[in-house]
């Protein structure tokens, strides 16, 4: 299954029927993708599930509809089993960004991490599953496929903010703290915990 979220209403890609019976289900035979993006947009739904009994047919047909865009980034505990969060326009996220050409997944995550919250000494432990979400730039659907690594450091000095990213704030949060970020955080972040 694909879950991708757009406007944090996530559109699932299954070939499984034991959602079959939501109102929100649709067969892909009887609607357009167009389709199921617009009724996601108009929010007409808290979720939506789209079967059909190819997947990755579904998955392929699916994704000619957008430009894609590749990204890289991670889930970093310090020694303190905090977690480092990042604040960008109002919504608490994880540090993420574009994979430049040629560059490995892994190398782009902790650039992206480092470049993101002025940090250090990050050391991959785990690949974590892939998140999906769709935006508009310039007028143009874009589908995000972010690669995500649990990651850990030792780093204790301030964190600094990339303030041209629109990056407020960087911070570690403890168990409860997280909770609270939960709370305003987009939904395929919160597939991550």
């Known amino acids: 299954m694909y879950t991708i979220f757009v406007d944090d209403v996530p559109i699932y890609l299954t070939d499984n029927l034991k959602n079959l019976s939501k109102n929100s289900f ?4 009887d609607v357009t993708i ?8 108009a929010k007409k739904h808290s979720e939506i599930f ?3 009994v190819d997947l ?7 994704k000619w509809f957008f430009k894609i865009e590749k ?13 480092l969060f990042i604040y ?3 919504k608490w996220d994880l540090p993420k960004g574009k994979i430049e050409k040629g560059e490995k997944k892994k190398e782009a995550a902790i650039r992206e991490v480092e470049e993101e919250c002025g940090i250090s000494g990050l050391t991959i432990k785990k690949k974590l599953q892939k998140t999906y979400h769709i935006f508009q730039r310039n007028d143009r659907e874009v589908l995000k496929i972010t690669h995500w690594y649990a990651m850990k450091t030792d780093f204790t ?3 600094t903010p990339q303030l041209e990213e629109d990056i407020t704030q960087v911070v570690f949060k403890n168990l409860q703290e997280v909770n609270e970020a939960l709370e305003n955080t987009y939904g395929n972040i919160s597939l991550l915990f």
């Open 34 to 41: 167009e389709a199921v993006l617009k009724t996601a947009k």
């Open 26 to 29: 649709f067969y892909k035979d």
């Open 157 to 159: 000095d301030d964190l």
């Open 56 to 62: 990755e047919t579904l998955w392929k047909e699916f």
């Open 50 to 52: 789209l079967f059909h």
């Open 88 to 90: 960008r326009l109002d």
């Open 71 to 83: 990204a890289a980034g991670g889930l970093v505990t310090n020694q303190n089993d905090e977690t």
